[in-house]
């Protein structure tokens, strides 16, 4: 297998039956903030707030309907903020911006089949399990409305 720190490190094709993955020391810091409870809070609320937002739409230009829909933007672009001041200072998430994946996960995604923030979290899995296969991501006009 290939392990690699920096992002391009495995950037040829692997050759037939070499893997490839990547350390990635950051993840640490998203991980962490994955399991903080004001991080879920905010993120239901969030959810939550866009479902509303969305759902209200189909009553404008109802004044009450468009009441309702300025003051949960407000509250939304608030729970941002707290959400965004959560990731690391400099930079936010690793990974993500918002709902997209970020470009450094995009390219990481293609030239690395597992990343970890420690090599030693590889101990934890048997030997012979060698094959990491992705989960398919929907693409918006796959979920079914």
């Known amino acids: 297998a290939v392990v690699s720190n920096a992002e391009y490190g495995g950037r040829a094709r692997p050759q037939r039956g070499w893997h490839t993955g990547a350390i990635i020391h950051e993840l ?3 991980i962490r903030l994955l399991n903080d409870a004001s991080y879920h809070d905010n993120m239901y609320i969030l959810t939550e707030l866009n479902f509303l937002i969305n759902e209200m739409q189909r009553y404008l230009p109802d004044s009450a309907a468009l009441r309702f829909t300025e003051q949960w933007c407000t509250e939304r672009r608030e729970v941002r903020s707290a959400l965004l001041q959560l990731h690391q200072t400099k930079f936010g998430s690793t990974f993500r911006t918002h709902l997209t994946p970020t470009l450094f996960y ?22 012979h399990h060698y094959r990491f296969t992705p989960i398919r991501q929907k ?7």
């Open 28 to 30: 640490d810091e998203d």
């Open 106 to 127: 995009r390219r990481l995604s293609r030239f690395a089949e597992i990343y970890t923030s420690d090599v030693t979290n590889l101990l934890h899995y048997h030997p």
């Open 139 to 145: 693409l918006p006009h796959e979920v079914q409305h």
